[in-house]
């Protein structure tokens, strides 16, 4: 029941298009759900958070989407650049203010010019 | 730049041996945790500091265990090395008097088990 599913497991997109990463998880106490960027050799950086008492939540070219009757998430970024390629790990946690995160897989995102 | 610092950065331990990672929070934060992150997966969340004291420990058996000390840096201890310990040891630390969950990871610890 703590488990968080993350997909696709590896993405390409073409510069200027949209990168969607999608997270599912079971656990409906959950109540934090932030999204890590890491790049190669590096801890995971806080990209964006989102609570369940809002359904959408922007941040410059990021954007969460949350849906929490299918207890789904999801990361969009638009405008995607070569800079953006990373490997992105969405996570939850349970208890606001209860930092212990529980994370998805992760999706190596790729960007071709 | 999280202001969390971790050392060392890499190292190399033989099976069975003992290993010490350390852990500087950022400033005015009084939690830490620690993660496990193998090649290619998620971190993993080993266990949490917070006032000195262990606040909740994940699926990792004993010979895991930490220490936070009173200006809140922190050490990960391993007992008995195995080759499945080869991961990257993360930091994180997060300060409960925050309104927001903002937890800020270090660069982490390389360790390999030969």
């Known amino acids: 029941q703590q488990q968080v599913k993350q997909s696709p497991q590896s993405l390409i997109v073409q510069k200027g298009g949209i990168s969607i990463i999608n997270c599912a998880y079971e656990n409906t106490a959950f109540d934090y759900f932030p999204w890590y960027q890491q790049f190669p050799g590096k801890g995971p950086a806080l990209l964006i958070a989102i609570r369940p008492d809002v359904s959408e939540k922007k941040e410059g070219r990021f954007t969460i989407s949350f849906n929490k009757s299918a207890k789904q998430f999801s990361l969009h970024i638009m405008d995607s650049q070569p800079g953006d390629s990373a490997t992105y790990f969405c996570a939850a946690s349970r208890d606001f203010g209860n930092e212990k995160l529980t994370f998805g897989t992760g999706t190596r995102l790729t960007i071709i010019p | 730049e999280t202001g969390v610092t971790q050392s060392p950065t890499h190292l190399i331990k033989t099976r069975g041996q003992q290993v010490t990672l350390r852990c500087s929070s950022q400033s005015g934060h009084n939690t830490v945790s620690w993660y496990q992150q193998a090649l290619g997966q998620g971190p993993q969340f080993i266990f949490q500091?917070?006032?000195?004291?262990?606040?909740g420990r994940g699926n990792f058996p004993p010979r895991f265990s930490g220490l936070q000390f009173p200006n809140y840096s922190s050490e990960l201890n391993v007992n008995a090395l195995e080759l499945d310990d080869s991961a990257l040891y993360l930091c994180?630390?997060?300060?409960?008097?925050?309104?927001?969950?903002?937890?800020?990871f270090g660069e982490g610890s390389w360790l390999t088990v030969v």
């Open positions: 994180a630390s997060s300060s409960k008097r925050d309104s927001g969950n903002t937890i800020y």
């Open positions: 500091y917070y006032r000195e004291e262990e606040n």
